[in-house]
């Protein structure tokens, strides 16, 4: 080599080599392979989903598929091609936290193919409903995916490719949120990391305190955008304690466009980020440099709020659903209701032996202080912060008190117990053994209420069978079993129930099933009413929200105070009573009904009385 061309090396080549080998050059493209995958899972699987049912496919659409498919290539090979030269080692393989996302997993299998039922079916089937009329379109991505005028595209974005390769398919739906629920694990570990550093096993007990929260396993299974918004905090604060700009844009949509909450839960974010680490980085003496510096750095996070508010100028205030809700009065409004204040109270820091996660933090607090250390206070105060100002937004806003939605509040428990008890403990012996306590009782509260303190703060109990799960609203007008009474997984063996019922009766047109609901709320065993059906396949023994080989579920709801006139009522009929139906609907019905036969089912906690009816 001679002189001159030595010369150009050294001063050209040799930087440019050393600004693409750094860790943000790395980062960078780890992040756009992260992002364009799920863009391009999206796009592919709806282009060929359009493909299939014979319908024009746009050649934008396949243009841009193609495109952030390209990006997707070239990003995994520039993160592979840069990583290769700093690697002096092989990859550590952290097999705790693998064993932390193998508990999770094995909860939520063996309930993989459970029917959706309650609000659960309802997003289920707008969900199916918005697969099936996308036509590749910006416009109709908008709309296919505005569920019940809730702003779900981001969630939708995550959730459809399943539907797209599997239309209707229970199976794809539930395997599609226990993915996402194990990137949540993983990005609550890591942020974890980042929170507490290299102390003890601080990161994997609080994950594994995350992961076997009752709350949090009760809705990884079904389709639930406030399960999205779980997810995205987990995603945006791990993005921001990473550093990671493209992944916080992304993960900031996806929390954003979940449901109207969630920009509750990130316009609390951006303010802890304000107050902790936008404003403490300027500096006095060099006020508009640093402040330039800071919007430089900090700007990104901006972009999903502003996205937002453009969607909302958009649409107008009064058709996003929560939104014009904050004005109107009445249900759904801003005002201060004790009874509803005190449920919340309850559902967040006694349901579930919550009580004893929040009696050794106090205690910790109290006696302790001065042993809890974190490695990244800024970061603990903005994902409190944000965590905060979302449950006193919860606390205000009254609407009926389902525990979904104080979902993202869990985020507090593990990460202020785990340093409660490292505090609280100097022995490792000690710590150890009291995770494992809470771990066991949060693993068998996952299934059954053992809690004697819920039971007795939560009065009202549903009479469905040999153990009574609890109301957890505190309200005697919901006392039909539905979603008010989901504290755990225990509530899916009621769909289990309903396929067995169906799967030993058949499907009758000329039989339908009857249930009589008191005073409201259906128990959706056939669908709701004319929002959706559901069918039922014979061969497959279960129910599906799309026709395929199965046929309509034969069923009538009556969503009334009572029954005054059952003329109403079919001839012939197979009437689905629960333990707790009112004894004037069996005089009622038996004045003019003859019981052919009755058989009794039973499924976990909960039994189901089917009563074959015929007109005298």
Request: charged share 15%; glycine share 8%; aromatic share 16%.
């Amino acid at each position: 080599m001679g002189f001159k061309q030595l010369i150009v090396c050294e001063r050209w080549i040799l930087p440019l080599r050393k600004v693409l080998y750094n860790g943000k050059s790395r980062s960078f493209w780890g992040q756009m392979a992260v992002v364009c995958f799920p863009i391009f899972l999206f796009s592919g699987s709806s282009i060929l989903f359009v493909a299939h049912h014979e319908t024009a496919v746009r050649i934008s659409a396949v243009v841009f598929a193609v495109f952030i498919l390209g990006c997707f290539i070239f990003a995994i090979f520039m993160y592979v091609r840069l990583r290769r030269p700093m690697e002096t080692s092989q990859l550590y393989f952290n097999k705790s936290i693998m064993v932390v996302v193998l508990i999770y997993a094995a909860i939520l299998l063996p309930d993989i193919g459970v029917f959706p039922i309650w609000d659960a079916g309802l997003y289920f089937h707008a969900l199916s409903d918005g697969v099936q009329g996308y036509d590749l379109s910006a416009r109709s991505f908008i709309y296919s995916f505005l569920q019940y005028k809730h702003p779900t595209q981001g969630y939708s974005l995550l959730m459809a490719p399943g539907q797209f390769i599997a239309p209707g398919s229970t199976l794809a739906a539930n395997i599609t949120t226990l993915i996402l629920g194990v990137i949540m694990l993983l990005a609550f570990y890591r942020f974890s990391q980042k929170l507490f550093g290299d102390v003890g096993m601080m990161a994997e007990c609080a994950t594994l305190i995350f992961a076997l929260m009752p709350t949090i396993l009760a809705f990884t299974t079904g389709v639930n955008p406030d399960f999205a918004m779980l997810f995205g905090t987990c995603v945006v604060l791990y993005s921001f304690a990473a550093d990671q700009k493209l992944l916080q844009i992304f993960s900031g949509f996806v929390l954003v466009f979940s449901k109207e909450p969630g920009v509750v839960l990130y316009g609390g974010f951006l303010i802890g980020v304000f107050l902790f680490a936008f404003l403490p980085g300027i500096e006095k003496g060099n006020v508009w440099f640093t402040l330039a510096k800071q919007l430089k750095h900090y700007g990104a996070l901006l972009v999903p709020l502003i996205g937002f508010c453009v969607y909302l100028g958009y649409f107008g205030w009064s058709r996003v659903s929560s939104a014009s809700a904050l004005t109107r009065g009445g249900f759904g409004s801003f005002q201060w209701n004790s009874v509803h204040v005190g449920t919340a109270l309850l559902q967040v820091f006694v349901l579930n032996f919550n009580w004893i996660h929040v009696v050794l933090i106090v205690l910790a607090v109290l006696l302790f202080r001065k042993r809890i250390a974190v490695k990244n206070v800024i970061l603990l105060r903005v994902s409190f912060m944000s965590i905060g100002i979302y449950f006193l937004f919860l606390l205000l806003y009254f609407e009926i008190d389902l525990l979904r939605y104080v979902l993202p509040l869990m985020i507090f428990f593990p990460i202020a117990l785990t340093m409660g008890l490292f505090a609280i403990f100097n022995k490792l012996f000690l710590r150890y053994l009291s995770f494992v306590a809470i771990c066991l009782l949060l693993s068998i509260s996952s299934f059954a209420i053992i809690d004697p303190i819920s039971k007795n703060v939560f009065p009202l109990k549903y009479d469905v069978g040999s153990t009574k799960p609890i109301n957890i609203t505190n309200s005697a007008a919901f006392y039909v079993m539905c979603d008010t009474g989901i504290c755990n997984r225990q509530y899916l063996a009621y769909s289990k129930l309903i396929d067995e019922i169906f799967a030993d009766n058949g499907m009758d047109e000329n039989r339908p099933y009857v249930s009589i609901n008191r005073p409201s709320f259906a128990f959706q065993f056939f669908g709701n009413g004319d929002i959706y059906k559901t069918y039922y396949s014979g061969s497959k023994k279960r129910r599906m929200i799309l026709s395929d080989d199965g046929v309509v579920v034969p069923g009538l709801e009556l969503m009334v105070s009572g029954i005054e006139d059952v003329s109403i009522l079919p001839t012939r009929f197979l009437w689905l009573a629960p333990p707790d139906q009112a004894t004037s609907d069996f005089d009622l019905i038996q004045s003019q009904y003859g019981f052919a036969s009755m058989k009794s089912y039973s499924k976990g906690a909960f039994t189901m009385d089917v009563y074959e009816c015929i007109r005298f």
